[in-house]
């Protein structure tokens, strides 16, 4: 089985991020950049928030399909595969009562039983996936890929991993109150916008080179090349 690995995440993220500094622009035009509150124009904020958690879900979910395609893709052997990767996989064929079902393994039968595997974690966390919350990122990756807590590269000057993750946390829930009650729990504001866009920005750029650098330590080959922002 041969998958296309083309590193799609980062670039169609960032992409996708340019309609939120579309709203940030049309609200700078619309109101000046004088400081002051600004009123009737929230409703951009809010559209902001939404889109910001929409492109970091389609990323995540984009980094997740990428990075298990190009372990397959590159591994010759089961043992190319992280052991809790491997276990997780054959745990369908152990617990079945068919006795055939370990036949499945022949040959290069292993990489189907781990394509299978790929469908069925992308049904559990991708699909529907809207919450982009730390535990379920972390879930997702480590079920994949082997890749224990993604969320830990999160962290950056003045801010800690715990902080990343709760800022994360946070932003889920007011896009969720945005969109199920159309109002926040606070107000929602350009710095609001603005903060947690260069946030989402450099929790896709740690991401996208963690798991670059667990795939390097994997297989020896690069999937894709660091990203520097540049």
């Not at 700078?28 to 889109?51: H, P």
């Not at 990075?67 to 397959?72: A, Q, R, Y």
């Not at 606070?186 to 750029?205: L, M, P």
Request: with cysteine.
């Amino acid at each position: 089985m041969t998958y296309e690995i083309n590193h799609r995440s980062l670039s169609s993220f960032i992409l996708n991020i340019q309609d939120v500094e579309r709203l940030i622009e049309i609200h700078r035009v619309l109101t000046g950049d004088a400081r002051g509150r600004r009123r009737n124009v929230e409703v951009l904020n809010k559209s902001a928030v939404v889109l910001l958690t929409a492109c970091l879900e389609a990323f995540i979910e984009d980094l997740a399909e990428e990075s298990f395609d190009f372990l397959l893709s590159t591994a010759t052997t089961p043992d190319a595969i992280p052991d809790s990767v491997r276990t997780l996989a054959s745990k369908p064929l152990a617990e079945s009562k068919d006795e055939r079902k370990v036949w499945e393994l022949a040959g290069d039968g292993w990489k189907d039983v781990l394509a299978n595997h790929r469908s069925f974690v992308i049904a559990r966390y991708i699909e529907g996936f809207n919450t982009p919350k730390p535990d379920k990122v972390d879930k997702l990756f480590k079920e994949l890929i082997g890749l224990n807590s993604l969320s830990s590269c999160w962290h950056w000057r003045k801010m800690s991993h715990q902080s990343a993750s709760d800022y994360l946390t946070k932003l889920v829930e007011d896009r969720g109150s945005i969109a199920h009650r159309t109002r926040a729990n606070q107000r929602i504001n350009k710095d609001y916008v603005t903060g947690y866009r260069d946030f989402v920005y450099r929790v896709a750029a740690c991401s996208y080179n963690s798991v670059r650098t667990h795939l390097l330590n994997l297989t020896g080959k690069e999937p894709w090349t660091e990203y520097t922002g540049s």
